[in-house]
Each structure stands twice: as C-alpha cells, then as structure tokens.
T-cell receptor
Framework: DTAVSQTPKYLVTQMGNDKSIKCEQN?????MYWYKQDSKKFLKIMFS???????INETVPNRFSPKSPDKAHLNLHINSLELGDSAVYFC??????????FGQGTRLTVV | AQSVTQLDSQVPVFEEAPVELRCNYS??????LFWYVQYPNQGLQLLLK??????LVKGINGFEAEFNKSQTSFHLRKPSVHISDTAEYFC??????????FGKGTRLHILP
C-alpha cells in the first residue's frame, strides 16, 4: 500500500548507457515531480507534471526525458549517462497546493 | 521567484535539550511552507505544513513551527530532542504553481 513507489531502488550503470526509473503513486494526486538530490543533500526540482502535462521543466539536460503515460505514473528516462548524473532521484506527488509525498528514492551510480 | 534559506548546515544539540532550526523564505506571492525530515538512507517525510490559518503549526514527533510573515521565517522547534531525531531537515516553500522549492537542509546531530 505504498503511496509513492519508485523502481529500482539502486541502479549502477556504465557511462553512455540509457536507463529508466519508474514512479507510481496511488494517492490520486494530480501533480507528480522528479527531484535530484546531490552528494551534498541538495534537493533540486527537475520536472513537474500535472494531469500528464509538463508544467515545470527546470534547467535539465535534454538527456533527461520524463514521460507520464497516465496521472498515476511519471517515469524518468536518461540517455547517455554521465558521471555527474550520479545522485539520488526522488519521485513525489501532491494535490494542488498540498504537500508532496515522496518515494524512497533511486540511488543512481554511474561508473 | 521563490527561494528558501536554511542558514545552518549543521546543528549539534544535546539529548533532551531544545532545538530550533531556522528557515527564511522569499516570495512575491502567497506561499505554503513545509518542513520535511530525511532519516539516513531514506526518502523525505513530511513533518508539518503551513497553508493558512493559525501561524503556529504542530507536526509529528513533537515538532512545531511558527510562520512569521513580517520576518519571512518558518523556524522549526522541538522542546526536547531524542537521539532518534538525528536526521536531515529540509524547509520548503510552494505556491499555486505546484512548484515546491527546498532549502539546502540542516543536519541535526544529537549528542549523548
């Protein structure tokens, strides 16, 4: 009965590979997000979707492409992975003006 | 544009002592304010939130925060900390555009 679930929890891959992280929420929320947390714990918003539509796209390389097949899912695809992409990626969801519920995070390590 | 400032990157506190974690924000529109906690190797958990109404907000685990509009602050307090409160604490601001911006976090160290 996890509210926001993301898979995988850990992802180790080589530079240049393409990988995807999946996120699903069962809270019925309209808005979903992807955040990146770097090694210094700084959380930065990457994308925000509302009802499957992209509403926030921060300065993120084009190699990152979010996809929302429906309101409950927001996946993150990353092309040509680089060492600097290593971080913890958090998916979250919220209702309009509400607080965000976060997934457990995906620790991505690029070697 | 909105921003959140957490001036203290680390706060050491003795067990059972009170603690205050500082948060200041800037925004040109009405805001919603949040405090999240991140325990080691875990995701973020909502501690408390201010949307409107009473400026003193009570959250989980004995934490509370006070919204001060004139000082643009939303400091987090607990009267007596426990070793289990060791974690990273994030202040965040949101608005009607559904964009939640986080501060850089404050690591709370509980000393025995």
């Amino acid at each position: 009965d996890t509210a926001v679930s993301q898979t995988p929890k850990y992802l180790v891959t080589q530079m240049g590979n393409d990988k995807s992280i999946k996120c699903e929420q069962n809270l019925g929320h309209d808005t979903m997000y992807w955040y990146k947390q770097d090694s210094k714990k700084f959380l930065k918003i990457m994308f925000s979707y509302n009802n499957k539509e992209l509403i926030i796209n921060e300065t993120v390389p084009n190699r990152f492409s979010p996809k929302s097949p429906d309101k409950a899912h927001l996946n993150l695809h990353i092309n040509s992975l680089e060492l600097g992409d290593s971080a913890v990626y958090f998916c979250a969801s919220s209702q309009v003006t509400g607080s965000a519920f976060f997934g457990q995070g995906t620790r991505l390590t690029v070697v | 544009a909105q921003s959140v400032t957490q001036l203290d990157s680390q706060v050491p506190v003795f067990e059972e002592a009170p603690v205050e974690l500082r948060c200041n924000y800037s925004s040109s529109v009405s805001v919603y304010l949040f405090w999240y906690v991140q325990y080691p190797n875990q995701g973020l958990q909502l501690l408390l939130k201010y949307l409107s109404g009473s400026t003193l907000v009570k959250g989980i685990n004995g934490f509370e925060a006070e919204f001060n509009k004139s000082q643009t602050s939303f400091h987090l307090r607990k009267p007596s900390v426990h070793i289990s409160d060791t974690a990273e604490y994030f202040c965040a601001v949101g608005n009607r555009d559904d964009k939640i911006i986080f501060g850089k976090g404050t690591r709370l160290h509980i000393l025995p």
